[in-house]
């Protein structure tokens, strides 16, 4: 899970409530209903639909690659957090909600301390031309702002389990820097994307509060928009004090029962451009260009335009899910270069712009958000000797969208490409659906 961020930035907070999100109609872009406001201001008040708390993550990081285990030399680091905490009520009569059994919805800061992290290079055969220093690298200290869907999986009067997800903007107080940091290759770029994955049980101990323990997977990168990104990526535990008050609410259920979902067919087209540069630069400046050239071991590389189109079928069974299978096909502005640079090494082989996929698609909807992922397998790529070489025959997306119901769904998002969970690029969606 190396690059995905998937999904749930800022847009997930557009609204005071998430309680209050309209659902998917095909004739407004935002419900608007006296009573069932005038309800919720009561559940407010009653019940509270806010909630906090305070975490504390002790880390530490995962070499990705045998590369990377060679030079990452002390892995510890240490993560407070804060958050609130957003609950929908079942007196809300939200569908989605009562489907997804009362998820919460969480903003939140981090602050990650890596100054125990040490990076540091050995002469190795491995790395071509680089020179070893006499210095250990740091790896920069971050700062995150995330968002999160958090869903439960079973509640009862005292204990819950749950899984997380969620993404975020960082910024990283140290990146790669040939004078000062020059064996940091995870972190490329002052700002970085940010992905967390985990699951944790709460034990609450009174009314409005509990302690909650879980396990966290979080990733920081930049999804190739500067190199190196190799990405830091850490596990660790979480210990949470939690504040609650909606708790009882949720955890008594009710008796409503949504209605029954219409299931339908419907075609999704999506057009995006991406951005990215090219591992191929950093690989030739860092390992193939001797000392004394002024390319050695620079920071700055060229970014690159990629359009991308898809054309999907997709069957709706559920509230909540969307699956289906699509053709995906992208044009890479970049590929006349990497021929040059082929040619130089004396790689003769094909080269094309273009690039064809099919793939499974499966989409993810609460309300009017999506998250959209899938797996694909090129049908046509001829991208070069280090595509051949690194990537592999599949490729994985996975990106947050907003459906705007007053234009028949349309839908603006972004998303992320990768292979084996490297990140290939980073683009803005557009996508719009079209009901059969």
Partial sequence: MRKYLLFLLLLMYAYPSFSDLP??????????NTETQEG????????GRMGAHLSYNPGFLIPIDRYSKKYIK?????????????????SDSNAVAHDYMYPWFSIGLCYTD??????????????GLLRPVDYDSRLGDIYTLYGSFN???????????????????AYSHHKYDKGLYIDNELIGSRWLIYFVAGANITYRFSRQWGIRAGIDFTHHSNSALNMPNKGANVVSPSLSLVYMPYYESVAAGDNWQPPAFDKYWYLNFTAAFGGKALPEDWQKTQFNTPPDDPDYRKTHFTHYGVPLFSADVMYRYARRWASGIGVDVSYGSYMDKIERMDEADGKQMRHSPWSVG????????????????????????HAGYKAKELEQPYYETI????????????????????HLTKADLMALTLSYPIRL
């Fill in 358 to 381: 099919i793939g499974g698609k499966h989409e993810v909807f609460y309300n009017n958000l999506s998250v959209a992922m899938s797996l694909g397998f090129y049908l046509y790529r």
């Fill in 23 to 32: 659902e998917m109609t095909t004739d407004m872009c935002v419900s608007e």
């Fill in 151 to 169: 869903r439960p999986l079973s509640r009862t009067r005292r204990w819950m389990t749950a899984y997380t997800l969620g993404c975020g903007i």
């Fill in 399 to 418: 990106g947050i969208k907003y459906h705007f119901q007053c234009l028949n769904g349309l839908a603006l998002g972004y998303s992320v490409k990768a």
């Fill in 114 to 127: 890596n100054s125990r992290v040490r990076l540091h290079r050995d002469a190795d055969p491995d790395w």
């Fill in 40 to 47: 919720n201001d009561k559940d407010s008040v009653s019940s």
């Fill in 74 to 90: 002390k892995t510890c680091s240490q993560t407070y957090s804060i958050s609130l905490d957003l609950s929908p009520l079942p």
